[in-house]
């Protein structure tokens, strides 16, 4: 799936979020603590194993206060 649009934008999604999560010092436990995200959805967003839906991108955004989606101004 390299040439599949959706595929780099999950993967740019991934390179974001793992960047906010170091920038804000948090281990992926307490992301999911503060975003109500499970742990193991999280988990899967970095190893690039699912897609997130908009709730759970909506709801990550919000606890790290960044703009996770591709495009936008990190």
Request: proline residues 4%.
């Amino acid at each position: 799936m390299a040439d599949h649009y959706g595929a780099h934008v999950a993967q740019a999604l991934a390179a974001r979020l793992a960047a906010a999560i170091e920038a804000k010092g948090w281990t992926i436990a307490e992301l999911s603590r503060r975003s109500g995200v499970a742990r193991p959805t999280i988990d899967n967003v970095l190893a690039g194993e699912v897609w997130c839906d908009l709730l759970t991108i909506a709801n990550l955004e919000h606890a790290l206060d960044v703009d996770l989606w591709p495009g936008r101004n990190p």
